[in-house]
């Protein structure tokens, strides 16, 4: 069955020795894998690029000096970049099954997991705001949310109440230019890949 699984193609926080061990599972796997019977773009630098870093960083544990470090990092940058080409050439060629990408040593890249609807917000507080006619708003971050849903209207709520959308980066925020003297309600609701939302409770207060 073909997925839309990728391969890792950043090996950046990989440590030395992990990359090291990476490099030589990507070629043992390629090397006369029948799922590849020609050659991947990249493929004949592996050997050499993997054997000149091992060397490097054989060479920097016994002399730490600067030269050694410098050339064991710029080995170690090759090494990747060979690495990341033949990973970005075998996704080229399109959906392939599982197998098949397991059977290059390469890891596959997590898929993200769909957070679906986000949590009822918490800790919703209101206080007056630095300015006359504001109102300073602050609850805890909920989780998955890429940004929040601030809304208010004047109090009473009513079924025809109309509510004034407000959507903030971060879980506080402040509005202004309400009424001062007026009783102002409030909600907030997280806003995740979900369209759905789920607000706090209805909190309300006079503006000073």
Known sequence: MLTSAKLI??????????????????LDALSNNPRFPEPLPGFDQL?????????AVAAAQINEGKLEVMRKNEARRQLMGVLQTLAVNIMARGPQDLETLLSTGFDLAKSPTPVGVLAKPTNFRLKPGLQPGSVALDLDPVRGARAYLFQYTTAPVTAGST??????????????????????AFRVAGIGTNETRIFSDVLTTFVL
């Open 9 to 26: 193609t950043n090996y950046s926080r990989y440590r030395d020795a992990e990359l090291e061990q990476k490099a030589q599972a990507v």
């Open 47 to 55: 050997p050499e690029t993997l054997e000149r870093y091992e060397r």
């Open 163 to 184: 509510w004034t959308s407000e959507v903030a980066p971060r879980s506080n925020t402040t509005i202004g230019g309400l009424a001062s003297g007026q009783q102002y």
